[in-house]
Structure formats: C-alpha cells, structure tokens
C-alpha cells in the first residue's frame, strides 16, 4: 500500500486549469482498483492519494500518467507501508 502526497508547485488559478483531466485520471484508477482513498489536503496545498499497487515503480508509472505531474502541477512524496492493524471494512480493501 502506498500513500501519495501530491504538493501544488503552481497557483490554485493553474491547478484548476488541470483540475478536470486529473479528476478524469483519477477515476480511471479508481476503475483499475489501484485508488482507494483521495482528497485535497487541509489548507488546499496539494493532494493525498492512497493506492494499492504491487511495486513502486508501478506506482511511479501510475503517477507519469497524472496530468497534474505531466504539466508540473505538483511534485510528489510516495510513502509505502504494510498494513497492520485495521478496520473490518478497510480489510476488504488490503486484502
């Protein structure tokens, strides 16, 4: 499991530019099951994106694909970690 942290590197005004074909991005992985859980961060500053994936270059590849990284929207932090401890409902999802 991987926790993507996306960080705006240009102007709320060019992130809305984008904002639409990364939400179309977004719902093409959704679709493949790689996505989970996304949202704006709190101040609007970037993103956070959790994804199930096999490796971290699937994730990286998953990533080249993000209008927002291919326009230099956002920089990215790709954190992985293994799953522990959870709730009955979120097991259906690491499993």
Known sequence: MYIIILTY???LSEVEKHLEAH???LDKHY???HFV???A???RVGGIILC????RGEVETIIAQDPFYQHKIATYQVIE???TKFSEEFGKVVS
Request: no cysteine; net charge positive.
């Open 9 to 11: 590197q240009k102007d």
């Open 23 to 25: 939400r179309a991005y």
């Open 31 to 33: 679709a493949s099951g």
């Open 37 to 39: 859980a996304s949202g």
């Open 41 to 43: 961060q709190v101040p």
């Open 52 to 55: 199930k994936a096999g490796s």
């Open 81 to 83: 970690f293994t799953p």
